[in-house]
């Protein structure tokens, strides 16, 4: 499956960024607004270390960088990855493919994990399994993961949207939503947040539960 979708990707690294941001409604309506979002949730500050998880072509790191963050981006993508070495020639790239071996080829952990439009790739429960494993093996102490993605408020509205949007709706992928994701989250252990950016795109701060010393 990751070989068909890699092909995909690199075929689509080189008018990316235009078919994010010069387009209206499903799946990309508030890209910029839910990269900001992102941004604003991960409270950057200078030094703070940051893994962007599916980089692409680098429109989160670039964001991050320019707020003083050190930022290391993975993805499985040679084009994407060529193109934020491009545009970001200091941001660390590390090829990898998320439903491959694990764990990742990075022994560090971060005081951010972020990512914007990539989990939408797997399922529920995968994407819990891989959020989880970030958590465990990736973020620092005190750490938290900001994760964007194309996503709707509740399973209803996500059953409303594909009735509307049935044309540009992709079978294979998974759009989050957040009442069934919360709940997965939850029951692995996971706080979270979320803020509804657009009607389709939304974001999610996830943080390990406190434990409980007492
Ligand atoms: C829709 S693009 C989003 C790119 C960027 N984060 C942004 O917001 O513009 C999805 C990115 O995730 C990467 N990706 C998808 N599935 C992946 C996987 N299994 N492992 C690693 N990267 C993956 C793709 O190569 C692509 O660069």
């Known amino acids: 499956m990751s070989e068909k979708r890699t092909k995909l990707f690199d075929e689509w690294a080189e008018t990316y960024d235009d078919s994010v941001t010069k387009v209206s409604g499903f799946p990309f309506e508030g890209y910029d ?3 900001e979002t992102i941004v604003r949730l991960t409270e950057p500050s200078a030094g703070m270390t940051v893994l962007d998880v599916g980089i ?5 790191a670039g964001r991050l ?3 003083g963050c050190r930022v290391w981006g993975m993805d499985f993508s ?12 200091g941001v660390e790239l590390i090829k990898a493919d998320l439903a491959g071996d694990w764990p990742i080829d990075v022994d560090l952990t971060f005081d951010r994990v972020v990512s914007a439009y990539v989990f939408h790739e797997f399922d529920c429960e995968t994407k819990v399994g891989y959020l989880r494993r970030f958590a465990d093996q990736h973020l620092a102490e005190h750490g938290r993961l ?3 993605d194309v996503s709707f408020r509740s399973v209803k509205a996500r059953r409303e949207a594909h009735r ?20 997965a989250l939850g029951r692995s252990g996971l ?3 979320y803020t509804q950016v657009s009607f389709c795109g939304g974001v999610y701060v996830i943080e390990p539960a406190p434990v409980d010393r007492g």
């Open 191 to 193: 706080v979270v947040g």
């Open 56 to 60: 692409g072509t680098g429109n989160l």
């Open 65 to 67: 960088t320019a707020a």
């Open 78 to 89: 040679t084009r994407m990855l060529a193109k934020a070495r491009e545009k970001l020639p």
């Open 164 to 183: 509307q949007w049935e044309g540009a709706w992709d079978e294979d992928e998974h759009y989050w939503a957040a009442d069934r994701a919360i709940e």
């Open 33 to 35: 607004q839910v990269l």
């Open 146 to 148: 900001v994760i964007g």
